[in-house]
């Protein structure tokens, strides 16, 4: 496993020894390692309902636009005018 130096802000750092002191944590790279996983979770997440929500949207549109040039006999009577 590598070992990287990261600069926390005063709140953070206080944070992750508030955690490893109540003893949530072995240590704060265990802290580290637990956060970065759920922010990973949350990610995924993230991209799967944008992923879904696009494909809701692009079927609402879809029935949208077939509804939409589906003439009617009101709109076929005006496209004749022109």
Known sequence: M????????P???????????????ENASELVRAALRALH???????????????VDGDVFRKLWEKSVQPSSSSSSSLTQW
């Open 41 to 55: 979770r949350e990610e995924k997440l993230s991209e799967e309902v944008r992923f879904s929500v696009v494909a």
């Open 2 to 9: 590598s070992t990287h130096i990261v600069k926390l802000p």
């Open 11 to 25: 709140d953070v750092y206080d944070f992750v020894q508030t955690s490893v002191e109540s003893g949530r944590y």
